[in-house]
């Protein structure tokens, strides 16, 4: 019997998918609370107000996104070297707990920009180094033929942990008018920056059940000499002319998905500021959306999953993909109100209608690509590959915003509307979905690991 047969012949360990999924739960405090909604916005309106909170927010994100492109991969191997992915996994989310709560000490003033976006920017860094840790850990909870769902239902509660997460604060910290939760005023802002301790002691609740579960990790049996930082990089180096030379499906699904998972990015980053310019959303209607948007994304996560496990997470992604790219299409065509056989739908009502769509096939690509990453990792060596597939991210991540920028400017200097100028968001996501979509082609399902050559 194949060793991959024999695994999947063993009952998964239920309580520890459990705890792992837990984990992505109380992490959503990060995307979903600190960078999107609640306290970046703040960061950006109230302590840099007039365009300069948001400036320095982008380049301290863009300073973080390099280091994470640079150090990623040799993070992820000096971690599985050492065999110590879950002491990394531990230390790295108490980091991030910490930073989160630190927020709570930028006050609404202009002295405190520069701490406030340092805070973010750090915390976006750890949790990227965390978050490598954790995917790796996929390879120790998992079999090959299991691993699909299992990435499902843990992206599909990071999607659900944001909504109540972003629910407790929004209606008990942020909206309406004061007292808001506890008691609070809102002087000096003082509800918005307790969302940051809210948010540090959520992320922390979930975190602990895995953090304090003894298991073993497969780096643990292999543990390796130390090398120095140099070694490191040689190593690397080694290891991705390895992939050109030996084991070009996984080089070419590292670039693919680096193109495909920007647009992906690109549908949440920009959905909201096309349903308020195009569409007609108020801002409280986009919030509802955002919250009926993960929704969706969580259900069609884990659903995809299933479907990953029967079919390969080639076709998940193909078809999720190819959807999305026919959603966008569609969308582009309803910004002004049509009859459709003798029904008339309006811009919103075509937003509600195809832009849940859209959330729908993007949680599945985005848990399909994990687990893709996870049967292809060796199981002693998987924080590397993902350090890997972090950095072929960061890498790309300025695809669909050039695009659409370009796009952007061309249509402002024809004269075009602004609103007819800001769809060009929408050509600049199909059109990388459809790169994406063109190298993904060329991949075909993992059928063994990778060959991560060092020497």
Same mark, same amino acid.
């Given at each position: ?14 309580? $520890? ?15 979903? %609370? ?59 989310? %108490?980091?991030?707990?910490? %930073? ?18 340092? *805070? ?51 209606? @008990? ?89 920007? @647009? ?90 195809? @832009?849940?769509? *859209? ?77 994406? $979509?063109?190298?993904? $082609? ?14």
């Amino acid at each position: 019997m194949s060793t991959i047969s024999a695994q999947s012949a063993q009952a998964l360990d239920k309580a $520890l998918i459990a705890k792992w999924s837990l984990w992505s739960w109380g992490n959503a405090t990060v995307s979903a %609370l600190m960078v999107t909604f609640v306290f970046g916005t703040y960061i950006a309106d109230a302590v840099g107000p007039g365009g300069q909170g948001a400036q320095y927010l982008t380049t301290a994100n863009l300073v973080a996104g390099v280091i994470i492109a640079l150090t990623a991969p040799v993070i992820g191997q000096r971690a599985d070297k050492a065999g110590r992915r879950r002491l990394w996994l531990t230390i790295n989310t %108490l980091l991030v707990v910490l %930073l989160c709560a630190a927020c709570f000490f930028v006050k609404p003033e202009q002295s405190y920009l520069l701490l406030g976006v340092s *805070l973010m920017a750090a915390m976006t860094l750890f949790d990227e180094f965390a978050n490598l840790n954790y995917n790796a850990m996929i390879t120790d909870i998992s079999d090959h033929n299991r691993m699909g769902r299992v990435s499902g239902i843990g992206w599909g509660a990071g999607y659900l942990g944001g909504i109540v997460i972003l629910a407790i604060a929004y209606f @008990g910290l942020v909206a309406g008018e004061p007292p808001f939760l506890f008691g609070l005023s809102d002087d000096e802002a003082i509800n918005i920056r307790v969302v940051a301790l809210v948010g540090a002691a959520w992320f922390l609740l979930w975190a602990l059940p895995l953090l304090f579960t003894r298991m073993k990790t497969a780096d643990q049996f292999t543990a390796d000499e130390r090398v120095s930082v140099l070694e490191s990089y040689r190593r690397l180096i080694r290891v991705v002319v390895g992939l050109w030379k030996d084991d070009r499906n996984t080089f070419w699904f590292l670039v693919a998905s680096a193109v495909y998972r920007d @647009g992906l990015s690109a549908v949440f980053t920009y959905g909201a500021i096309l349903g308020v310019t195009i569409y007609g959303f108020t801002a409280g209607d986009i919030l509802l959306f955002g919250i009926a948007g993960n929704v969706v994304a969580a259900l069609g996560a884990i659903a995809g999953g299933f479907f990953d496990d029967r079919f390969g997470p080639r076709r998940v992604i193909i078809t999720c993909v190819s959807a999305l790219m026919a959603l966008g299409a569609i969308m582009y065509f309803f910004d002004v109100e049509r009859e459709i056989l003798g029904v008339t739908i309006t811009p919103t009502g075509a937003f509600w209608v195809f @832009g849940l769509s *859209l959330c729908l096939f993007v949680g599945p690509a985005q848990a399909a690509s994990r687990a893709f990453v996870g049967r292809l990792a060796p199981p002693e060596r998987a924080a590397e590959l993902f350090g890997l597939y972090a950095t072929a991210g960061r890498s790309v991540g300025f695809l669909t915003s050039g695009i659409s920028a370009v796009l952007l400017t061309v249509a402002l200097g024809a004269d075009a509307q602004v609103e007819d100028a800001e769809k060009a968001l929408i050509i600049g996501i199909v059109v990388v979905l459809a790169v994406g $979509l063109a190298l993904i $082609l060329k991949v075909h399902n993992p059928t063994s690991t990778a060959k991560m050559r060092e020497h």
